[in-house]
């Protein structure tokens, strides 16, 4: 039984916001069950598709987190190694910026959340839109959008149209650079899956 639109399972939430890039804890990113993108955006970004390895902004840190597989499909990306629930990448372009539409579950029912990329050769940086920075600006009146608060997790309610509305806000008011970026080097680019045998 699908849950109301302004909840999510805890399960699935947990899920989404613990396997970002593996970068990502509860409580720091908003959540929307409906995409981030609208569906004649998703474009392939060259050189995104590979194995990427994190690397720990805290200098205390062994140096660097668990390897994240991206495999390109069709318009979008899977992250095929260890990830539980079908996670999803959907990369789109708006006013000339990348960002990545991260998505887990199944058809019927996903958690998405959205963050800025910047690629530049074997290196890779995740920009996540920052659930404090919009929280503020909802509470005070200076944001407003169909939202509720889940668990302490801050859930976008609207539609499509109106989560465009969000990111642009967040591109103007810095939400996108609240909280240090994830940073990621290239351990190997995307190898070709091998042509079954006849």
Do not use: K
């Amino acid at each position: 039984m699908p849950h109301p639109p302004n909840r999510l399972p805890r399960a699935l939430r947990a899920l989404t916001l613990g396997t970002l890039f593996v970068g990502l804890v509860q409580g720091c990113v908003p959540l929307s069950r409906e995409p981030f993108y609208f569906p004649t955006e998703p474009e392939p970004l060259p050189g995104l598709a590979g194995l990427w390895r994190e690397i720990a902004a805290d200098p205390g840190a062994d140096g660097t987190g668990g390897p994240v597989e991206l495999r390109a499909r069709a318009d979008r990306y899977d992250a095929v190694q260890g990830f539980e629930g079908e996670p999803e990448l959907v990369v789109f372009t708006v006013e000339g910026q990348t960002f990545l539409d991260w998505s887990i579950g199944t058809e019927g029912e996903r958690a998405h959340t959205l963050a800025r990329l910047r690629l530049a050769g074997d290196q890779l940086e995740v920009f996540p839109l920052a659930d404090d920075c919009l929280e503020e600006s909802l509470s005070n009146g200076a944001l407003e959008a169909a939202h509720t608060i889940d668990s302490g997790d801050l859930l976008l309610t609207g539609p499509t149209t109106e989560l465009r509305a969000i990111l642009r806000f967040g591109l103007a008011h810095g939400c996108f650079e609240a909280r240090p970026a994830l940073v990621f080097t290239r351990v190997a680019p995307q190898t070709p899956r091998p042509e079954a045998t006849p």
